[in-house]
């Protein structure tokens, strides 16, 4: 698609249920990160996908969350038995290979954003 | 552990004056530095970047300086304009890794008329 595609886009659950995130990146991007956004806090990072193996988990906040992407596209963030700390905005990025920065110019690099999924626990 | 620190929450200019934006980072491995923009309900758009070989970089009405031995780097948005207002996140990442950004906590940015 012509952009990074997530839904819901937004998500109220009970807690104790599981969640399931999904992120459509941009065709032919190889590279996929995870990121949330509590609230007054910052991006933070929960994983990275290169193709569909994830070299870093370490930002997943607890047993709880699991990441998993097939056929090298569609990635989905499962939380399980949630609890209200788990409410934040889960934006999901895309990027065209590993340690890509183009040329150094403006406007290069290659890092998309979806526009997130808001996920409230109440 | 924050690695980016943006210390300001939010900042108010008036149109047509020097936006500051200013982030602060800790570790001395970064070598690639980006500023994102947000507008509510959207995801960050990517703004502008700065290598640490370069000291200044600048698109237009936006420019990054980067201090490396203060560790530190400004956003300067000249003149600035009502359709800026949005929050901008600095982020910082080191090169020759797979692009994993460290984020900031972001700015809240109004320019008003």
């Known amino acids: 698609g012509a952009g990074v595609s997530q839904s819901p886009s937004n998500k109220v659950t009970e807690k104790g249920k599981d969640v399931e995130l999904r992120c459509d990146p941009i065709s032919g991007h190889t590279a996929l990160y995870w990121y949330r956004q509590s609230l007054g806090q910052g991006l933070e990072f929960l994983i990275y996908f290169q193709g569909n193996s994830a070299p870093d988990k370490s930002g997943l906040p607890s047993d709880r969350f699991s990441a998993e992407r097939t056929g090298g596209s569609v990635s989905t963030l499962t939380i399980q038995r949630t609890q209200q700390e788990d409410s934040a905005v889960y934006l999901c990025a895309s990027s065209l290979a590993i340690g890509y920065y183009g040329t150094g110019g403006i406007r290069d690099y290659g890092y998309t954003f979806g526009s997130g999924t808001r996920l409230t626990v109440v | 552990d924050q690695q980016v620190k943006q210390n300001s929450p939010s900042l108010s200019v008036q149109e047509g004056r020097i936006s500051i934006l200013n982030c602060d980072y800790t570790?001395?491995?970064?070598?690639?530095f980006l500023w994102y923009k947000k507008y509510p309900a959207e995801g960050p758009t990517f703004l502008i970047s700065i290598s640490s070989i370069k000291d200044k970089n600048e698109d237009g009405r936006f420019t990054v300086f980067l201090n490396k031995s203060a560790k530190h780097l400004s956003l300067h948005i000249v003149p600035s304009q009502p359709g800026d207002s949005a929050v901008y996140f600095c982020?910082?990442?080191?090169?020759?890794?797979?692009?994993?950004?460290?984020f900031g906590a972001g700015t809240r940015l109004a320019v008003h008329p």
């Open positions: 982020a910082a990442s080191v090169s020759g890794g797979y692009n994993k950004l460290i």
């Open positions: 570790n001395s491995m970064f070598d690639y």
